[in-house]
């Protein structure tokens, strides 16, 4: 029986490490890749997600994670791909209120504001110290 605060062991402990977003991420940013995450900061209404859900976005549109799928999604994932190239955060309303009536499964009725914020392996060094 494990003792208390023993969830898992070494090996499945590594293993959940190496399966998780923040892993992938870090193996980008160690290649020299330039990502962006894009975070939901506020909600209104329906929404596929919750404020604080996260996706990274690869320079090539690779997903990592989801903000809720559908077209919603596929904005940001071209807004993101954006803020890599010019390395400016941005921040997107994803409004999901588009023809209510057309009973499409991808319309929630809510609105998403979502921050877009690039990041790079040299970027706290040039936060640190600005040219």
Not at 52 to 60: C, P, S, Y
Request: charged share 30%; glycine share 10%.
């Amino acid at each position: 029986m494990a003792g208390q605060g023993t969830c898992f062991d070494d090996a499945r402990s590594e293993t959940k490490k190496k399966d998780s977003v923040y892993h992938q991420v870090k193996e980008f940013l160690d290649k020299g890749e330039t990502l962006a995450v894009a975070t939901i900061v506020s909600a209104k209404g329906s929404t596929p997600r919750e404020v604080g859900a996260k996706m990274v976005v690869t320079a090539w549109g690779e997903i990592l994670g989801t903000i809720g799928g559908g077209c919603g999604e596929a904005d940001v994932k071209r807004e993101a791909i954006e803020v890599i190239r010019t390395r400016k955060p941005r921040m997107v309303r994803v409004d999901l209120l588009d023809d209510i009536s057309s009973d499409s499964p991808a319309v929630c009725g809510g609105i998403m504001n979502v921050f877009i914020d690039p990041w790079w392996k040299e970027r706290d060094e040039e936060v640190a110290s600005p040219k």
